[in-house]
């Protein structure tokens, strides 16, 4: 089989892998350990396998790891600092924005670059960045709630309830 190197950075640190040339990006983070990055639809749809390629999300199912080269690459593993999880984090936990958490990783993400790019969003701005991931656990109105707590320092208001959003693309069926 042919094979390449690939030379990255991952949460900060330089790596220098042997891959194939087809190779998902998806599939070599997991490979190499990453296993926040989720394998969902593996079709772009679901956002579960969000990564972020120079501060960019990046569905990691939808590029070859070869284009990575040279490329900044942070996934879940990367964002607590310290010991101590990120402000996003702490909102969705705060917030009761977790489940089964195989969504999490991408919100989160999703959550951390609208904030680097826009640190005040609106709720509409939010739900925008939010509505390439499918959650089949918690409905969205906590994530949201959460990547908007985050952006503010706020706690989260008692009582709060899941909620449902509308999605541009519906991706799957929910059954009753
Ligand atoms: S696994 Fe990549 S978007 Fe669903
Ligand atoms: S928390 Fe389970 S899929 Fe979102």
Redesign the pocket.
Same mark, same amino acid.
């Given at each position: 089989m042919k094979t390449m190197e690939l030379r990255l950075t991952v949460n900060g640190n330089p790596h220098t892998w042997t891959i194939a040339p087809g190779d998902l990006l $998806?599939d070599v983070l997991r490979r190499e350990g990453y296993f926040g990055v989720k394998? +969902? #639809? /593996?079709? +772009? /749809? #679901? +956002?579960? #396998?969000a990564v972020l390629v120079d501060g960019r999300l990046i569905?990691? #199912? $939808?590029m070859f790891a070869a284009q990575a080269e040279g490329r900044d690459v942070v996934t879940i593993e990367g964002i607590a600092h310290d010991g101590r999880l990120d402000p996003i984090q702490e909102a969705f936990l705060d917030h009761g924005a977790v489940q089964c958490g195989f969504c999490t990783p991408g919100m989160v993400l999703s959550g951390k670059a609208l904030l680097a790019r826009c640190p005040h969003p609106t709720e509409e701005q939010v739900r925008e960045a939010l509505a390439g991931h499918l959650c089949r656990c918690t409905g969205y109105q906590k994530p949201v709630e959460a990547v908007l707590a985050a952006a503010n320092g706020r706690k989260p208001r008692n009582g709060s309830q899941n909620g449902s959003r509308s999605r541009r693309k519906p991706a799957v069926e929910v059954l009753p």
């Open positions: $998806l394998r +969902g #639809c /593996e079709k +772009g /749809e #679901c +956002g579960a #396998c569905n990691s #199912c $939808l």
